[in-house]
């Protein structure tokens, strides 16, 4: 309910829906005429409509929900004017990332109006979800598919005291604009807004990117029809700039405006996909966030994983590690040495530190959260119970000289798969979902094979050794993973997958420093 993609009433005739092409989503029409256009995340239909009714002869929608599409096709499409059955329009049922990747296309129009994340949930965890349409990676793809004189336009909320959302899209554009090459996108960034009123916390920006530079024809047009409909023109090449965007724009050194913001409007990366969540930890008890509900839910947001994290620790001290030191103390049952409890604590961390960033990671690169869960799930279990058999051939004599090695294969393919992995990934993002899915099995199969080994070599040598102490080191892995699943999400979001793919592998490197000494 608070993402909604209404679905237009219209008859077939584009004259009774000309009242679209007025809105500020619509803006770039005013700019370009007979458009071939590509709308991401269509919905209901109503930026179709919006183009078609401003003189576009043939438009792409590229919806990431079946169940959308087939409730305009289905039970509401005389409603919708069978929109989406008209010769003039393409629907595709696809992530829009992939798709624009993977398409020979190029286009007049890309438009993006108020994609939102909200699927994780109306707590706020849509601010921890990844976007793969908001990255610097995007823009650059965005920027690839776009005609000589083609635009992008995007519209995102906007709030006049604090327009972090919008200046955060803008920072992620002009990331993603130089390394296509730009020298300097402030000439190709046009942004006009409706601002916030009393009544309306949120206001609305759209930001059009234009692959060359606008020209005085165009400026001169923005500010006619933004004047003439009631809007503000924040920022074009040559205007005198207006509030904190403009001046964001203009800088000449926007480093370090990004780096003195109270909240993160640093470009969003495919390695740091989270768009919507702009607010840092020093930034929780920030009473004028809360003006705004976008910015409030990205704190709900964080709070929530604090807060889980919490509830994690608490309930793992009551329910696994008091019972195991009351029972071993009535039992007088040998405790383990700090070594061994480190060890396996730390493969517990360690395994989820790898499992749900990649989970994340392969989100954008597989397109939806389904994808990606069913395929890391099956791989790495699949691969880490193949090792974990295979560790069973080692015999205890060979077990001291194996862990060192295992553990130095180990690192390895963690740091390789953080630096070479996204390499691949970004390479291969064009191809088919069935070539995406082999690729990611065969990344994932090494990885998956020496993760399995360390758990049962480490079980196996504590069983014969010290038989008393595995229920503490089933217990303490088992605390710790569930620990390290929360915060492999703090992690990501705030560090990006890489750097927390390489703490991992710093992670298992010290387990196995505390196994080999527990050893010798």
């Known amino acids: 309910a608070v993402a909604g993609t209404p679905i237009q009433e219209f008859r077939g005739d584009l004259n009774e829906v000309q009242f679209l092409h007025y809105d500020l989503t619509a803006f770039v029409y005013h ?98 979800s990844e976007n793969s349409l908001y990255t610097l990676e995007a823009f650059k793809t965005y920027y690839d598919h776009l005609t000589d004189q083609g635009m992008l336009t995007v519209s995102r909320w906007y709030l006049t005291e604090r327009p972090a959302e919008t200046m955060r899209l803008i920072s992620t554009a002009i990331a993603g604009w130089k390394s296509a090459g730009v020298t300097d996108p402030r000439q190709n960034i046009a942004v006009i807004a409706r601002p916030n009123t009393a009544g309306q916390p949120e206001g609305m920006a759209t930001a059009l990117f234009k692959r060359t530079p606008f020209t005085a024809q165009e400026i001169e047009t923005i500010q006619t029809q933004a004047e003439a409909l009631g809007y503000t023109v924040i920022y074009a090449p040559g205007l005198t700039v207006q509030d904190e965007v403009g001046q964001f724009i203009a800088a000449d050194n926007p480093a370090a405006l990004i780096a003195n913001y109270p909240l993160d409007i640093s470009p969003a990366t495919d390695n740091r996909p989270f768009f919507f969540n702009l607010v840092r930890f020093g930034d929780l008890l920030d009473p004028s966030l809360r003006a705004s509900g976008v910015y409030q839910t990205s704190m709900e947001a964080i709070l929530i994983l604090a807060t889980v994290m919490g509830i994690m620790l608490v309930m793992g001290l009551l329910f696994i590690i008091f019972p195991l030191w009351l029972g071993a103390k009535r039992r007088n049952l040998a405790r383990p040495s700090a070594r061994l409890l480190g060890y396996f604590a730390a493969l517990g961390i360690g395994f989820m530190l790898v499992e749900v960033p990649t989970i994340q990671r392969l989100t954008v690169y597989l397109g939806r959260p389904v994808y990606s869960l069913a395929v890391v ?25 194996w862990s060192k090695r295992l553990f130095a294969m180990l690192v390895i393919v963690v740091v390789l798969n953080a630096a070479g992995g996204a390499w691949l990934l ?16 065969l990344l994932l199969a ?75």
Not at 377 to 395: D, P, V
Request: charged share 15%; proline share 6%.
């Open 31 to 128: 700019l370009v005429e007979k458009p071939n256009t590509l709308v991401i995340g269509p919905g209901g239909g109503r930026d179709v409509l919006s183009a078609l009714a401003s003189g576009a002869p043939h438009v792409t929608a590229v919806e990431v929900n079946p169940a959308v599409v087939a409730a305009v096709r289905g039970p509401f499409a005389d409603f919708a004017g069978h929109l989406y059955e008209r010769p003039d329009v393409t629907i595709v049922v696809d992530d829009a990332r992939g798709y624009i990747d993977r398409s020979p296309e190029r286009y007049d129009i890309i438009q993006a109006s108020l994609i939102d994340t909200w699927a994780a949930g109306g707590s706020g965890a849509f601010a921890l």
């Open 426 to 441: 970004h390479e291969s993002i064009g191809l088919a979902l069935e070539a995406r899915i082999a690729i990611t099995v």
């Open 446 to 520: 090494p990885l998956g094979f020496v993760m399995g080994m360390p758990f049962p070599l480490g079980m196996r040598w504590a069983g014969t050794h010290q038989p008393g102490v595995v229920p503490w080191l089933w217990g303490i892995n088992g605390v710790m993973s569930v620990m390290g699943s929360a915060l492999s999400i703090a992690m990501a979001i705030h560090l990006g997958f890489q750097l927390t793919l390489l703490v991992a592998a710093g992670i298992y490197g010290l387990a196995g420093v505390a196994l080999s000494r527990e050893i010798d």
């Open 377 to 401: 799930l099956f791989s790495l279990l699949l691969f880490s119970g193949l090792g974990s058999l295979w560790s069973s051939k080692l015999s205890d004599q060979q077990l001291s000289s």
